[in-house]
Every structure is written in structure tokens, then in C-alpha cells.
């Protein structure tokens, strides 16, 4: 039986989420701006309706080709580890607890009751509400997809800031703008210029280098640091996931934290696919919801890897094509395949 809370709660469609988000987005720091945009589209509401009312949820779930962990009840207190606000999860937390045992007004406009917990958690955290903003409306979704009693199961652990996010709001939005040095002679067109991808901003090293005009799984897969499929199935090389590198699978979708700008512009393919796989990519030049292996850079970029991916566009949404999926002209997983038992053979 729902409380009255979650009956509030769960009269919301995904685009009345998303519209609310929007008109937040001025009373949100920057530094979790695109970060907390990011997390809804990384857990769509519609995607976890469907599920929920699949006459056979396994049979759903393997239709869309899901891999990797999509299933945000066992993520309630880690799936939003990249927003500068997780720090505060556990008090946000207490005060969504608090807030779903005493509210009565059916009639609240959905911006402002997170406003109202966030300004109760601000006020106990002797934070600006700006920081905490975005982590309220990403855990009251949470208690949405996963409900109340299992929202209020969860520890609350936090993960303590360290690396480049142990660092001042402003100054993380700060470094994130800025672009590896070129040298002194990194003026002239005529050279070669490096940059990095930044992918987990909990440690110094989280990065990988790019070249100038480079995709960011081309760049990725050149990363030999450590054995990426140990810690993610979908990792062949890199710590982006990649199946195809034509924008066919999905499989390499990464949300962009900062330096969107920087990265070129959609193509036509990618916009297209984006719909398919359902992934609600906006419908800017350079938006912050992006393909890898369709997106090269042009100066220092920060993303975050998404922990699933899957086709599930056409069955969700009503403004999709309905026509199949592209198959990939060039392969990673087959060219590795091909490579490998070359060697083989040869070995043998």
C-alpha cells in the first residue's frame, strides 16, 4: 500500500519530472547543473513503468537488450556518486524521510516540495540550498522507482570527497573549464594538440588522453592502465563501454558533466539513434547526452559513464521512427573476435 506521499509522488509523468528540473535549473549550482539532468535521463521514469507493468518483466528487459546495472533499488545510495550534492545525501535523505511523514497537500506544485526539503536540508547542513537542490529531486525519484520502504532501508552512505571533488563548488566548476597546457609553442595550429578525458573525478587519475578531433572511444580504447572488463563486462578496452563504433548498439552513451562545448556537434546518425535507443538526448548542436564514439573533442571534457544500456526507444516513447536499428558497419566485439582467433590459429 503506497503512503500518502508516495500517491503524491507518483502522479508525476516523466516529462512533469523534467519540466520541474528545468525550472530549477537557474537555483541549482553549476556544478551539479548538468549533473543532476544527467541522472534522470541515466533513470528514465518511463522506462521503469514499463518494466514495473511487463506482463513478463524478464522477457521485457531482455527485448531491450539491457546489460549492466539498471536497476536503481540496489543504487539508492550510490547511483548519484558523481553530484557534487552526494556528500549531503545523508541528511537529504533524513529530511525526504522527514517530509513524506507529515505532508498533506496533494495540491503542491512539484518544485516547490523540493524546494521545501532542500531548504530543510540546507538549513541542517549550514549549506546554500543552491548545492543541495539537485540531490533532492534525484532521491525523491529514487523513492518513486524504488519505494518508501526500501528508500528508507538504505544506510545513506556517502563516499568521502577526495581528488579533484574534495575541491571548493567553484573551484571544480573552475577546473572543469579549463584545458590541458599545450606547451609553449601550443599556439600554433601546426601542433599536435593533447587533451584529457575526465571519467571519474573521485581520483586523480581518472582521465584518459585524447588527441585533438578524436572520437572518445578511439581514445579510450587506447587506455591499457588496467583490466577495465574485471570491474564492467561491457569494457573491451577503455573504461567507456563500446560494442560497434557506428552508433548501431548504444552501448558507449556517457553523460557530459562539463566541456559539452567542446565536443562536435550531433550528427544526424547519432540524433536519430539516440531516439532509438531511447536515451532522450535535447535537441541542441551540444548537448550534455552524448554518443562516444560519434563525439570528438576539441578541448578537456568531463563525463560520466552510465552503468547500463539498452534499445528501448521505439517501445517507450511515440515519437520514434519505427524502423530497425542500423546494423554497425565496422564492429569492435567482431574485430576482436577475428584478431583473436588469427592468433590462435597461428599459435597453434
Not at 549549506?127 to 543541495?132: E, Q, T
Not at 540531490?135 to 518513486?144: N, P, S
Request: glycine residues 6%; contains cysteine; charged residues 25%.
Amino acid at each position: 500500500m503506497n503512503t500518502h506521499f508516495e500517491t503524491y509522488l507518483n502522479k508525476f509523468e516523466e516529462n512533469d519530472w523534467l519540466y520541474t528540473l528545468d525550472t530549477l535549473l537557474p537555483r541549482i549550482h553549476e556544478v551539479d547543473r548538468n549533473a543532476a539532468q544527467i541522472w534522470f535521463r541515466f533513470f528514465p521514469l518511463s522506462l521503469f513503468r514499463h518494466l514495473q507493468s511487463a506482463e513478463d518483466r524478464e522477457k521485457a528487459k531482455r527485448g531491450f537488450a539491457m546489460l549492466g546495472k539498471y536497476e536503481l533499488k540496489d543504487q539508492i545510495d550510490t547511483s548519484h556518486s558523481y553530484l557534487y550534492g552526494h556528500r549531503f545525501w545523508r541528511t537529504v535523505k533524513a529530511a525526504i524521510e522527514a517530509e513524506s511523514a507529515v505532508v498533506q497537500n496533494d495540491g503542491v506544485v512539484l518544485a516547490e516540495e523540493i524546494e521545501q526539503i532542500a531548504a530543510m536540508a540546507a538549513e541542517k547542513l549550514k549549506v546554500d540550498a543552491s548545492l543541495v537542490i539537485g540531490i533532492t529531486a534525484v532521491g525523491l525519484m529514487t523513492l518513486v522507482q524504488t519505494g518508501l520502504e526500501n528508500f528508507k532501508a538504505a544506510g545513506g552512505e556517502v563516499s568521502k570527497p577526495k581528488g579533484p571533488m574534495a575541491q571548493s563548488p567553484d573551484r571544480i566548476v573552475k577546473s572543469r573549464a579549463d584545458d590541458d597546457s599545450q606547451g609553449l609553442l601550443g599556439f600554433l595550429k601546426t601542433v599536435n594538440k593533447n587533451y584529457s578525458v575526465i571519467y571519474d573525478e573521485t581520483c586523480s587519475d581518472g582521465r584518459f588522453a585524447i588527441m585533438n578531433d578524436q572520437e572518445m572511444t578511439g581514445a579510450s580504447a587506447l587506455d591499457r592502465s588496467q583490466n577495465w572488463q574485471e570491474k564492467d563486462q561491457r569494457c573491451w578496452e577503455g573504461p567507456i563501454p563500446v560494442e560497434c563504433t557506428a552508433a548501431s548498439c548504444g552501448t558507449c552513451w556517457v553523460g557530459v558533466i562539463a566541456g559539452q562545448e567542446k565536443l562536435s556537434e550531433v550528427s544526424p546518425r547519432e540524433r536519430r539513434q539516440m531516439k532509438v535507443f531511447g536515451y532522450n538526448q535535447p535537441e541542441v548542436p551540444k548537448p550534455f547526452l552524448r554518443l562516444a564514439c560519434q563525439s570528438k573533442a576539441f578541448g578537456n571534457a568531463t563525463i560520466v559513464i552510465p552503468p547500463w544500456n539498452g534499445v528501448f526507444g521505439k517501445k517507450i516513447y511515440a515519437n520514434v521512427e519505427d524502423r530497425e536499428l542500423e546494423p554497425a558497419t565496422t564492429s569492435a566485439r567482431a574485430l576482436r573476435e577475428v584478431v583473436h582467433e588469427a592468433v590462435k590459429t597461428e599459435l597453434s
